[in-house]
């Protein structure tokens, strides 16, 4: 289920695959809740963009607010 890494994420791989883990518990009825967390300019917004682009691609209708 894996989307395509996004050069910008590199070393993400234990935030991915919490986003993967979350997802797939969404998919079998059993949810999760994630908090990221981190300094400014540490990448959360782009570790945000890339979970919504894998929940989209999962078949989940992906709602975002600011």
């Given amino acids: 289920m894996a989307a395509p890494l996004d050069a910008s994420l590199l070393e993400r791989a234990q935030e991915l695959a919490a986003l993967d883990g979350a997802i797939a518990a969404a998919q ?12 400014p300019g540490i990448g959360k917004t782009s570790l945000l963009a890339n979970g919504r682009a894998r929940a989209t691609a999962a078949g989940f209708l ?5």
């Fill in 62 to 66: 992906v709602l975002q607010a600011r």
């Fill in 28 to 39: 079998n009825a059993g949810g999760r809740f994630l908090v990221i967390e981190g300094p």
